[in-house]
């Protein structure tokens, strides 16, 4: 199943708990524009390449698009759709003014040297110019794209539309960025599970984890979820797992892991095959890497009592019924991973008042923004007797079809 229709499944589990017509359906799930460009630049060889880059518009019935920006060799029209369709949903459950978009340039960026990355950027940055912007669509990092990149887009949209920082989030605190971005995922992801262990009775202290993925999302969860009380046992990434039932040194890690760019290796815990994180022993399981790695396949074997989704569609729909049957509790990813584009917003704030937010104040706004729609959601999920997934669609959709009949067609 594609990205897109997992997404669209989900949309119409809810939307047929709703009542929506097929006629609404389609409006809510049609995006407004996609952007399909030509991005050329200069190898450092003298050689001209060419690649192709997406941007896909869904909503701004509640505000200016957001979402991030891509550059991975697997970035196409279908990925891009799904992931702009959720960001619509992600923003209205948390219940802030933007719609969704999504997008980015297929390529590896590993095979990119410095100047050649810039370059790449800046190309598809004056591809982009007059469909982006601070009441239009505000993009963001992702996976390939850092703080770094948002420099460089900042700096050649400016060139055609003067000084707006709040062009694009995640930029560095230098240019303009926010306090806290970089770690905002990852601890948002610390923040709902703690409120949803608070929910079903049983305590953080001492709760053991295990995160698939260790890079910006993956390590900031670890390093909260170990810094809080709780107990982080497992952490695996694409080269292997590394596990250790008395909690692994996360500090220790996080440098061998800066230096290594693996986990693999680590001696303060067991090594074994990169899979076995998703069936750890544990009371929390946080896929934080890419999407649809919790299959039919796999899920039958999933030990963890609570999922939560840092990663962007990690649960497949048939894996997601698994869950269900199980009685496995799932916080879905348009909540869990909220973290990140609710700082944007705070950026976004800033950018436009030209005032700074101090670090503590960013925190704690985003830990109460997000335990708000944690307990919105499952007041939704207990009222109507429906997964959290459910619930979190039937708040977004709701959200947005609302604005979207108030506001007209």
Sequence with gaps: MSASAAVERYFHEAAELM???????RLLLTPQREVRCQVA?????????????????????????????????HVDDDEARALASLMTWKTAVVNIPY???????????NTLSKGELEQVTRRFTDELQDVIGPDKDIPAPDMGTDAQVMAWITNQYQKYHGFNP?????????????EGREEATGRGVVVCARRILEKVGRPFEGATMAVQG???????????WSAWGGKVTTVGDRHGTISNPEGLDIAALKEYFTRERTVRGFTGGDVSAAEDVLVADVDVLIPAAIGGVLTKENA????????????????????????????????????ANAGGVTVSYFEWVQNRQH???????????????????????????????????????????????????????
């Design 19 to 25: 009542g929506l017509t097929a006629n609404m359906r």
């Design 214 to 224: 260790f890079g910006n999302v993956g390590s900031f969860a670890a390093e909260y």
């Design 99 to 109: 719609g969704g978009g999504k997008g980015g340039v297929a390529v590896d960026v």
């Design 166 to 178: 709040a062009c694009v989030t995640g930029k560095p605190v230098e240019l303009h960025g926010a």
């Design 300 to 335: 039958s074997d999933v030990r963890a009592d609570v999922i939560i989704e840092a990663a962007n569609g990690p649960t497949t729909p048939e894996a997601d019924a698994v869950f269900r049957d199980r009685d496995i509790l799932v916080l879905p990813d348009i909540l």
């Design 355 to 409: 005032f700074k937010w101090t670090l503590d104040r960013i925190r704690t706004e985003l830990d109460a923004i997000l335990n708000a729609s944690v307990d919105n959601v499952w007041a939704v999920a207990k009222e109507r007797k429906v997964s959290l997934r459910t619930a979190a669609f039937l708040v977004g959709i709701g959200r947005v079809g609302h604005a979207t009949v108030l506001g007209g067609v």
């Design 41 to 73: 630049f200069e190898r450092d060889s003298g050689e001209i390449e060419t690649l192709i880059g997406y941007r896909v518009q869904h909503n701004n019935a509640r505000g200016p698009m957001k979402g991030g920006l891509r550059f991975n060799k």
